[in-house]
Protein backbone atom coordinates (compact mmCIF):
# COMPACT_ATOMS: atom_id res chain seq x y z
CA UNK A 1 0.00 0.00 0.00
CA UNK A 2 1.52 3.43 -1.09
CA UNK A 3 1.87 5.37 1.85
CA UNK A 4 -0.79 8.48 1.88
CA UNK A 5 0.85 12.09 2.70
CA UNK A 6 0.49 13.65 5.94
CA UNK A 7 -1.44 16.87 5.99
CA UNK A 8 1.35 18.87 6.65
CA UNK A 9 0.69 22.71 6.32
CA UNK A 10 -2.06 24.16 4.83
CA UNK A 11 -2.15 26.48 1.81
CA UNK A 12 -3.49 30.30 3.12
CA UNK A 13 -5.78 29.85 0.35
CA UNK A 14 -7.19 26.87 1.40
CA UNK A 15 -8.06 27.92 5.11
CA UNK A 16 -11.20 28.83 5.96
CA UNK A 17 -9.72 31.93 7.78
CA UNK A 18 -8.67 33.38 4.08
CA UNK A 19 -11.48 35.28 3.22
CA UNK A 20 -11.10 37.39 6.28
CA UNK A 21 -7.50 37.98 5.64
CA UNK A 22 -8.05 38.71 2.18
CA UNK A 23 -11.06 40.81 2.91
CA UNK A 24 -9.00 43.11 5.21
CA UNK A 25 -6.33 43.43 2.75
CA UNK A 26 -4.35 41.11 5.23
CA UNK A 27 -0.74 40.03 3.28
CA UNK A 28 2.55 39.33 4.79
CA UNK A 29 4.21 41.36 2.77
CA UNK A 30 2.28 44.43 4.11
CA UNK A 31 2.87 43.79 7.38
CA UNK A 32 -0.84 44.27 8.09
CA UNK A 33 -1.53 40.83 8.91
CA UNK A 34 1.00 40.22 12.18
CA UNK A 35 -1.62 43.21 13.24
CA UNK A 36 -4.65 40.82 13.26
CA UNK A 37 -3.69 37.64 12.90
CA UNK A 38 -1.65 36.39 16.25
CA UNK A 39 0.52 32.79 14.90
CA UNK A 40 1.73 31.12 17.69
CA UNK A 41 4.64 29.14 18.39
CA UNK A 42 4.30 25.58 17.63
CA UNK A 43 2.03 23.23 19.97
CA UNK A 44 2.97 19.81 21.54
CA UNK A 45 0.47 17.14 22.14
CA UNK A 46 -2.14 18.16 24.95
CA UNK A 47 -1.31 21.72 24.88
CA UNK A 48 -4.55 24.18 25.65
CA UNK A 49 -5.24 27.24 22.58
CA UNK A 50 -9.01 27.71 24.61
CA UNK A 51 -9.60 26.48 27.86
CA UNK A 52 -13.35 26.19 28.44
CA UNK A 53 -14.32 28.80 30.85
CA UNK A 54 -12.09 31.30 29.67
CA UNK A 55 -14.20 34.81 28.47
CA UNK A 56 -11.67 35.61 25.72
CA UNK A 57 -13.36 35.31 22.15
CA UNK A 58 -11.16 33.99 19.53
CA UNK A 59 -11.03 32.59 16.17
CA UNK A 60 -8.32 29.54 16.13
CA UNK A 61 -6.69 28.58 12.68
CA UNK A 62 -4.78 25.25 12.07
CA UNK A 63 -2.50 25.43 9.57
CA UNK A 64 -0.70 21.59 10.20
CA UNK A 65 -1.39 18.69 12.99
CA UNK A 66 -5.24 18.51 14.71
CA UNK A 67 -6.65 20.37 17.68
CA UNK A 68 -9.63 18.68 19.55
CA UNK A 69 -12.60 20.43 20.63
CA UNK A 70 -13.03 18.24 24.06
CA UNK A 71 -15.64 18.37 26.99
CA UNK A 72 -15.03 16.32 30.19
CA UNK A 73 -18.93 14.42 30.73
CA UNK A 74 -18.90 12.33 34.40
CA UNK A 75 -15.15 12.57 34.82
CA UNK A 76 -14.65 10.90 31.11
CA UNK A 77 -13.13 13.23 28.06
CA UNK A 78 -15.40 13.24 25.39
CA UNK A 79 -13.96 14.53 21.68
CA UNK A 80 -16.67 16.90 20.27
CA UNK A 81 -15.11 17.39 17.28
CA UNK A 82 -11.76 17.56 15.39
CA UNK A 83 -10.13 20.31 13.39
CA UNK A 84 -7.33 19.66 10.57
CA UNK A 85 -5.25 22.08 8.81
CA UNK A 86 -7.26 24.80 6.91
CA UNK A 87 -10.81 24.31 9.27
CA UNK A 88 -11.44 26.25 12.58
CA UNK A 89 -11.87 25.71 15.87
CA UNK A 90 -13.00 27.93 18.57
CA UNK A 91 -15.70 29.68 16.57
CA UNK A 92 -18.86 29.15 19.51
CA UNK A 93 -16.73 31.86 21.57
CA UNK A 94 -17.58 34.59 19.23
CA UNK A 95 -21.06 33.69 20.09
CA UNK A 96 -20.89 33.04 23.80
CA UNK A 97 -18.96 33.39 26.43
CA UNK A 98 -17.13 31.93 28.57
CA UNK A 99 -15.95 29.41 25.87
CA UNK A 100 -18.07 25.79 26.65
CA UNK A 101 -15.24 23.68 25.35
CA UNK A 102 -11.43 22.76 25.72
CA UNK A 103 -9.53 23.38 22.44
CA UNK A 104 -6.97 20.89 22.87
CA UNK A 105 -3.42 20.03 20.33
CA UNK A 106 -3.73 16.22 18.98
CA UNK A 107 -0.40 16.15 17.74
CA UNK A 108 2.41 18.91 17.28
CA UNK A 109 0.96 21.87 15.89
CA UNK A 110 0.93 25.28 14.18
CA UNK A 111 -2.19 27.56 14.54
CA UNK A 112 -3.25 31.28 13.55
CA UNK A 113 -5.21 33.25 16.36
CA UNK A 114 -7.77 35.78 15.64
CA UNK A 115 -9.46 37.45 19.33
CA UNK A 116 -12.23 39.60 19.04
CA UNK A 117 -10.79 43.09 19.44
CA UNK A 118 -8.80 42.44 16.29
CA UNK A 119 -11.93 41.62 14.22
CA UNK A 120 -14.11 44.77 15.74
CA UNK A 121 -10.68 46.67 14.60
CA UNK A 122 -10.91 45.83 10.86
CA UNK A 123 -11.74 48.87 9.04
CA UNK A 124 -13.49 46.73 6.20
CA UNK A 125 -16.67 46.08 6.62
CA UNK A 126 -17.35 43.39 4.40
CA UNK A 127 -15.14 41.39 6.97
CA UNK A 128 -18.29 40.74 8.62
CA UNK A 129 -19.89 39.06 5.47
CA UNK A 130 -16.98 36.72 5.14
CA UNK A 131 -17.37 35.81 9.09
CA UNK A 132 -20.96 34.67 8.14
CA UNK A 133 -19.84 32.49 4.90
CA UNK A 134 -17.19 30.94 7.10
CA UNK A 135 -19.17 29.85 10.15
CA UNK A 136 -21.87 28.65 7.94
CA UNK A 137 -18.78 25.81 6.47
CA UNK A 138 -18.73 25.29 9.98
CA UNK A 139 -21.95 24.67 11.03
CA UNK A 140 -22.49 22.45 7.82
CA UNK A 141 -19.57 20.33 8.97
CA UNK A 142 -20.87 19.61 12.41
CA UNK A 143 -24.03 18.11 10.63
CA UNK A 144 -21.73 15.05 10.17
CA UNK A 145 -21.73 14.36 13.85
CA UNK A 146 -25.89 14.25 14.85
CA UNK A 147 -25.76 12.16 11.17
CA UNK A 148 -23.00 9.38 12.63
CA UNK A 149 -24.42 9.31 16.21
CA UNK A 150 -28.00 8.24 14.61
CA UNK A 151 -26.64 5.83 12.39
CA UNK A 152 -27.56 2.23 14.03
CA UNK A 153 -24.99 0.49 13.02
CA UNK A 154 -21.09 0.36 14.16
CA UNK A 155 -20.35 0.12 10.16
CA UNK A 156 -22.49 2.83 9.23
CA UNK A 157 -21.02 5.07 12.01
CA UNK A 158 -17.37 4.70 10.74
CA UNK A 159 -17.71 4.34 7.21
CA UNK A 160 -19.21 7.93 7.51
CA UNK A 161 -16.74 8.92 9.33
CA UNK A 162 -13.89 8.05 6.84
CA UNK A 163 -16.60 9.92 4.44
CA UNK A 164 -16.85 12.84 6.08
CA UNK A 165 -13.06 12.98 6.89
CA UNK A 166 -12.42 12.87 2.81
CA UNK A 167 -15.08 15.88 2.40
CA UNK A 168 -13.29 17.94 4.43
CA UNK A 169 -9.54 17.21 3.11
CA UNK A 170 -11.20 17.92 -0.42
CA UNK A 171 -12.80 21.14 0.77
CA UNK A 172 -8.88 22.41 1.27
CA UNK A 173 -7.59 20.83 -1.75
CA UNK A 174 -5.52 18.29 0.09
CA UNK A 175 -5.72 14.48 -0.90
CA UNK A 176 -8.50 12.86 -0.19
CA UNK A 177 -8.77 9.13 -1.34
CA UNK A 178 -5.75 8.42 0.66
CA UNK A 179 -5.27 9.94 4.25
CA UNK A 180 -3.69 9.37 7.72
CA UNK A 181 -6.64 9.06 10.38
CA UNK A 182 -5.94 12.19 12.24
CA UNK A 183 -7.78 10.29 15.67
CA UNK A 184 -6.25 7.01 16.76
CA UNK A 185 -8.36 4.46 16.84
CA UNK A 186 -9.67 4.98 20.69
CA UNK A 187 -10.00 8.68 20.00
CA UNK A 188 -12.15 7.75 16.70
CA UNK A 189 -14.55 5.89 19.11
CA UNK A 190 -14.88 8.55 21.70
CA UNK A 191 -16.06 10.44 18.87
CA UNK A 192 -18.48 7.99 17.55
CA UNK A 193 -19.62 6.39 20.88
CA UNK A 194 -18.20 3.25 20.25
CA UNK A 195 -15.95 0.97 21.91
CA UNK A 196 -12.26 0.69 20.53
CA UNK A 197 -12.71 -2.97 20.01
CA UNK A 198 -15.58 -1.97 18.00
CA UNK A 199 -14.09 0.40 15.54
CA UNK A 200 -11.07 -1.60 15.42
CA UNK A 201 -13.41 -5.22 14.04
CA UNK A 202 -15.62 -2.28 11.96
CA UNK A 203 -12.35 -1.05 9.71
CA UNK A 204 -11.11 -4.89 9.09
CA UNK A 205 -14.51 -5.85 8.30
CA UNK A 206 -14.88 -2.57 5.44
CA UNK A 207 -10.90 -3.65 4.68
CA UNK A 208 -12.23 -7.41 4.14
CA UNK A 209 -15.02 -6.06 1.42
CA UNK A 210 -12.75 -4.33 -0.33
CA UNK A 211 -13.86 -1.09 0.56
CA UNK A 212 -11.19 0.47 2.33
CA UNK A 213 -7.29 -0.76 2.43
CA UNK A 214 -6.13 0.05 5.80
CA UNK A 215 -2.34 0.29 7.64
CA UNK A 216 -2.39 1.33 10.68
CA UNK A 217 -3.72 5.33 10.33
CA UNK A 218 -2.96 5.38 7.07
CA UNK A 219 -6.37 4.89 4.83
CA UNK A 220 -7.50 4.52 1.34
CA UNK A 221 -10.37 5.00 0.32
CA UNK A 222 -11.20 1.78 -2.50
CA UNK A 223 -14.87 2.30 -2.80
CA UNK A 224 -16.44 5.78 -1.98
CA UNK A 225 -19.80 5.16 -3.64
CA UNK A 226 -19.92 1.44 -1.91
CA UNK A 227 -19.17 3.17 1.76
CA UNK A 228 -21.68 5.80 0.60
CA UNK A 229 -24.14 3.19 0.09
CA UNK A 230 -23.07 1.40 3.17
CA UNK A 231 -23.98 4.64 5.58
CA UNK A 232 -27.29 5.22 3.38
CA UNK A 233 -25.38 8.71 2.26
CA UNK A 234 -26.19 10.38 -1.30
CA UNK A 235 -22.75 10.27 -2.63
CA UNK A 236 -23.29 13.80 -4.48
CA UNK A 237 -24.14 15.19 -1.09
CA UNK A 238 -21.62 14.28 0.85
CA UNK A 239 -20.81 17.96 2.66
CA UNK A 240 -24.24 18.07 2.85
Avoid at 89 to 116: F, K, Q, S
Avoid at 174 to 191: C, F, G, H, I
Wanted: hydrophobic share 40%; charged share 20%.
Amino acid sequence: MTKAKTAAAVECHHCELFPICQTAGLEDSSGKIDQIVHRRDPLKRGDVVIKAGQMESMIIAVQSGTLSSQVELDGKRTILDYHIPGELAGMETLGTTPAPYDVVALDRANVCRITLPSLTSMEAAPTLMNILKTVGLYLCRRHWLPRMLSANKAEQRVALFLLGHSERLRQHGLENMAYRLPLSQQQVAQYLGLAMETVNRTLRQLQNRELIEIHARQVRLLDPAGLAQLSQVDAERLAG
